[in-house]
């Protein structure tokens, strides 16, 4: 029997910073566009794999399923109706063109990370398919490269997104994130343990949120394209040293201010910008439900926003537990993070 190998792959929680990634990388063009900053931490919630080497790539997942040989033109002729399992071929063409590598089988056990829903499910994959060739044929590929081959294969997958979400490879618990040609990645150590909530609203269309923001880069052609540059530029970047300094200090109120500050530029300058089908409707009803608000220290949006995903910061384990609770009994399945 082929030697069989586990593999996890965390998602992650965008705490500040949503969008700066991809943004910063239009300073090759226009060097006035900021660089790119944010505040990532991995989460509880990932995708756990069973993989082993095979003659053949195949990937199962419910009821998402690929066999093919494993030649570039057969995996060249797979298209992209289904977004998440073109990344799994996108990085599986990677790693073919690229490294000497056969076949491998993938096989999905077990996913509590929701698709499409802001915590990253297709980095993850990518970075779960990477890590499977690399394990298993040992190609001794570094974390951080692990990182750009996902994020690649991301991108040809045609998802305009950012290196942020590819944070997932490297297993750290909270880091501030600097884009710009290179990628600096720094590790914060709050001096208070941090208690967060975050729950799934709904799956949105991320490819599409992406596709309407890159509009408005790299040269600002009219109002629109101003406030969406300076939202994830000069505001973000004031956003990321505050959300530290108030980390590192143990100023957890002033950091739950912060974010609903954060949620209520996003919703001035970004959603009108989205138009009425990416309208944050259930986010905000959820925000301002008077159980919730009893409970919360500040709330704001998780990735590319558009009602995918809500986080809390709480002020305590007990209000962590009963704001769950509250969740729960309103419809949403909550999650607990601490940091």
């Not at 990937?59 to 109706?81: A, G, Q, T, V």
């Not at 925000?287 to 919730?292: H, L």
């Not at 384990?317 to 309103?330: A, R, S, T, Y």
Request: net charge positive.
């Amino acid at each position: 029997m082929p030697k069989e190998v586990k593999i996890f792959v965390p998602g992650r929680l965008c705490l500040f910073g949503e969008h700066s990634d991809w943004a910063s990388e239009y300073r090759s063009i226009n060097k006035n566009i900021e660089k790119g900053y944010a505040l990532v931490a991995t989460i509880n919630q990932g995708i756990y794999a069973r993989v082993k080497k095979s003659k053949k790539f195949k990937f199962s997942f419910n009821d998402k399923n690929i066999c093919f040989e494993m030649d570039l033109k057969k995996l060249k002729e797979y298209n992209f109706r289904d977004e998440f399992l073109s990344c799994v071929i996108e990085t599986a063409k990677y790693m073919l063109n690229n490294y000497n590598v056969s076949g491998i089988d993938i096989n999905i056990e077990d996913m509590d990370l929701p698709i499409g829903s802001g915590l990253s499910s297709s980095s993850a994959i990518c970075v779960l398919v990477v890590k499977a060739f690399n394990n298993l044929y040992k190609l001794k590929i570094e974390l951080e490269d692990i990182m750009n081959i996902s994020y690649g294969s991301e991108r040809s997958a045609n998802f305009k997104c950012g290196k942020m979400d590819h944070i997932c490879a490297l297993g750290k618990k909270l880091v501030k994130m600097e884009f710009d040609k290179e990628l600096n990645i720094k590790e914060i150590k709050p001096k208070n343990k941090l208690y967060f909530v975050f729950c799934i609203i709904k799956k949105k269309n991320t490819r599409k949120i992406l596709e309407i923001l890159n509009e408005s880069y790299p040269n600002i052609k009219e109002l629109k394209d101003k406030a969406v540059q300076k939202t994830f530029g000069e505001y973000n970047k004031q956003t990321i040293t505050k959300a530290i300094e108030y980390i590192e200090n143990g100023y957890v109120k002033r950091l739950g201010k912060l974010m609903t500050e954060s949620q209520k530029i996003f919703d001035k300058n970004i959603t009108p910008v989205l138009g009425e089908e990416f309208k944050e409707v259930n986010l905000h009803k959820i925000i301002n439900d008077k159980e919730v608000k009893k409970l919360i220290l500040g709330a704001k949006g998780v990735g590319s926003h558009g009602d995918g995903a809500v986080q809390f910061l709480v002020e305590s384990k007990e209000k962590q537990k009963e704001l769950q609770k509250v969740l729960d009994k309103i419809g949403y399945k909550a999650y607990k993070l601490d940091i």
